[in-house]
């Protein structure tokens, strides 16, 4: 499953928030330096979806707040 995400770094609370079916905005604490904000949205966005972070991998937006992920596998 591919899934949009539109990442907000540096958020004082961390959140998953659904949009529409497939898009997501999710608000990470960690600022977006030597890929940390992506880590910690693999991070947030595994516990949303109750799996583990190997099974998330980053398609497109490595250096974007616009990001493609897919979900290898859902519970």
Known sequence: MKIYVKVKTGARNESVE?????????????????????????????????????????LSGGKSRHKIFEILQVK
């Open 18 to 58: 659904q949009i529409a079916l497939e898009d997501y905005l999710v608000s990470v604490t960690e600022r977006p330096v030597d890929g940390r904000a992506n880590e910690a949205v693999i991070e947030a966005l595994s516990l949303h979806f109750n799996i583990a972070p190997s099974n998330i991998r980053l």
